[in-house]
């Protein structure tokens, strides 16, 4: 089931609002930053660009005990690239292979881009979702 927002207001505005809400009912502190411009993307596609971020959202309630969190979208007229970082706990080579993150694996590959979980220097997790926006029907 599509969330409403994403249909009613497209993926930018519901990944703002999404991470407002999150972050109001969890008591982390979630840093926001947008880059950049493109081209609107399919409902097909912002579906899986919006449960990548919440399943990484809630990877950090579950896993990090970080207090912040820092969720970076970059665009362009061919890539998006959405960037979630936190400073916590960070994520051991044993716990790469959660439902949560093969799904979220599965759905990069649907969208035939690419999806990395990397350790920041500062400690924690990064996790990135690169996508080329040529490949996404545009609306």
Do not use: C
């Not at 991470?19 to 411009?37: C, P």
């Not at 790469?96 to 993150?101: A, F, I, K, R, T």
């Not at 759905?107 to 881009?113: K, S, V």
């Amino acid at each position: 089931m599509t969330p409403s927002i994403l249909d009613d207001y497209g993926l930018e505005k519901a990944l703002e609002w999404y991470v407002t809400q999150f972050g109001k009912q969890t008591g982390i502190t979630i840093r926001y930053e947008k880059q950049g411009s493109g081209p609107a993307i399919g409902s097909q596609e912002a579906i899986h660009v919006y449960r990548i971020l919440q399943e990484t959202l809630n990877n950090i309630v579950r896993h990090s005990k970080s207090p912040t969190a820092w969720v970076r979208l970059k665009l362009t007229p061919d890539r998006l690239r959405l960037e979630v970082e936190d400073h916590g706990v960070g994520m051991s080579e044993e716990g790469s292979g959660g439902l949560g993150l093969i799904a979220m694996r599965e759905r990069a590959d649907i969208l035939q881009g690419k999806l990395e979980i990397l350790r920041p220097a500062a400690g924690g997790s990064l996790v990135v979702l690169d996508i080329p926006l040529a490949q996404a029907a545009v609306v």
